[in-house]
């Protein structure tokens, strides 16, 4: 499976991004992690086939993933950016297969 992102940039405190990542094949389980600098990488969420979701607690309410299957794409709406926000995006599928990441700053 290949993957790739797309959406990263600049954006102020309070803005708003939106993460694409086309996929040559969608699996059960799709999902974003990112990796801020000095640290690891963690879960920024995860949307199954169901369209079941899962967050991790600091984007709840500010983050939105999706999934179109028809498009082989996975999105990442995030509203609200705080600069602790700041970090490479990682697509995944079933955390088996990775994108190249795409980076995202959030000034404050």
């Known amino acids: 499976v290949q993957l790739q992102a797309f959406g990263g940039g600049l954006v102020q405190a309070g803005g708003s991004l939106r993460l694409s990542c086309a996929a040559s094949?969608?699996?059960?389980?799709m999902g974003w992690y990112r990796q801020a600098p000095g640290k690891q990488r963690e879960l920024v969420a995860t949307i199954a086939t169901s369209s079941t979701t899962d967050y991790a607690d600091s984007v709840k309410g500010r983050f939105t993933i999706s999934r179109d299957n028809t498009k082989r794409t996975v999105y990442l709406q995030m509203n609200d950016l705080k600069p602790e926000d700041t970090a490479v995006y990682y697509c995944?599928?079933?955390?088996?297969?990775w994108g190249q990441g795409t980076l995202v700053t959030v000034s404050s």
């Open positions: 094949r969608m699996l059960f389980s």
């Open positions: 995944t599928a079933q955390g088996l297969f």
